[in-house]
């Protein structure tokens, strides 16, 4: 079963930048497309960012030209920087991936922007 473990969240100003990371155990990281997703307070989740097995990425228009989704095939890992945060950015990011068709999430990490 999957396993997927984020990190790297935290407070920063408004303006900056940070980047969370996705450590991903129990699967065959190389074939997976790997997704960030973010929710923010009352609101649903969504999806910011993904990227294919192949290194396609794509993003929300939220976050486009500010994110970039990266992923390290020998460290089974996905990232996120994410700079020019704004408070809107301010969430709970997830990791997923899916096997079988099942979406599988990470506990999540918190970014918070303060204005």
């Known amino acids: 079963q999957p396993q997927l473990v984020e990190s790297g969240g935290g407070l920063v100003q408004a303006g900056g930048s940070l980047r969370v990371s996705c450590a991903a155990r129990g699967i065959i990281f190389s074939i997976k497309d790997m997704y960030w997703y973010r929710q923010a307070p009352g609101k649903e989740r969504e999806l910011a960012a993904s990227i294919t097995s192949g290194g396609r990425t794509d993003y929300a228009d939220s976050v486009k030209g500010r994110f970039t989704i990266s992923r390290d095939n020998a460290k089974n890992t996905v990232y996120l920087q994410m700079s020019s945060l704004t408070p809107e950015d301010t969430a709970v990011y997830y990791c997923?991936?899916?096997?079988?068709?099942?979406?599988?999430w990470g506990q999540g990490t918190q970014v918070t922007v303060s204005s």
């Open positions: 997923s991936t899916t096997q079988y068709g099942v979406h599988y």
